[in-house]
């Protein structure tokens, strides 16, 4: 498969988004998913979050479930209003690109930062007052 470009990314993302509406006017994706994306509004709870749906089906499964879902809900929706094989692709190059593009944030490494920042203030404020003590003391 050859590399996608950014306006076949763009294009999948207006289809999935629902800017662009499917040829046969099937419903968007957003409808009933969501996606990690700070450029989106939150999508439908309905079903599941697809942000890593590329590395966990991969073009053949995604591809797959566009073409014929095993899903009631999302068979119904999609019943006499199926996506072209072009809609599909341009979704696919969205959901490959965002699943690229999305780096889950490392919460450990953020704690472990901010226990340190934490003891080390800890330790002055300690040291501070440890030394007026002592000092008060000596008078």
Same mark, same amino acid.
């Given at each position: %498969? %050859?590399?996608?470009?950014?306006?076949?990314?763009? #294009?999948?993302?207006?289809?999935?988004?629902?800017?662009? #509406?499917? *040829?046969?006017?099937?419903?968007?994706?957003?409808?009933?998913?969501?996606?990690?994306?700070?450029?989106?509004?939150?999508?439908?709870?309905?079903? $599941?979050? *697809?942000?890593?749906?590329?590395?966990?089906?991969?073009?053949?499964?995604?591809?797959?479930?566009? $073409? $014929?879902?095993?899903?009631?809900?999302? #068979?119904?929706?999609?019943?006499? $209003?199926?996506?072209?094989?072009?809609?599909?692709?341009?979704?696919?190059?969205?959901?490959?690109?965002?699943?690229?593009?999305?780096?889950?944030?490392?919460?450990?490494?953020?704690?472990?930062?901010?226990?340190?920042?934490?003891?080390?203030?800890?330790?002055? *404020?300690?040291?501070?007052?440890?030394?007026?003590?002592?000092? #008060?003391?000596?008078?």
């Amino acid at each position: %498969k %050859k590399a996608a470009s950014k306006e076949d990314i763009n #294009r999948g993302m207006a289809l999935f988004q629902g800017s662009q #509406r499917f *040829l046969r006017q099937g419903p968007s994706c957003m409808s009933c998913h969501d996606v990690k994306k700070t450029s989106f509004f939150a999508g439908g709870g309905l079903a $599941k979050e *697809l942000t890593k749906s590329y590395s966990k089906l991969g073009e053949t499964g995604i591809s797959s479930i566009l $073409k $014929k879902a095993p899903f009631p809900v999302m #068979r119904e929706a999609y019943a006499n $209003k199926e996506l072209t094989d072009e809609e599909i692709t341009f979704l696919i190059d969205f959901l490959a690109n965002l699943d690229q593009e999305h780096k889950p944030r490392d919460y450990r490494s953020d704690m472990l930062r901010l226990s340190m920042v934490g003891f080390v203030v800890l330790f002055i *404020l300690y040291f501070i007052l440890w030394t007026v003590g002592n000092t #008060r003391r000596i008078k």
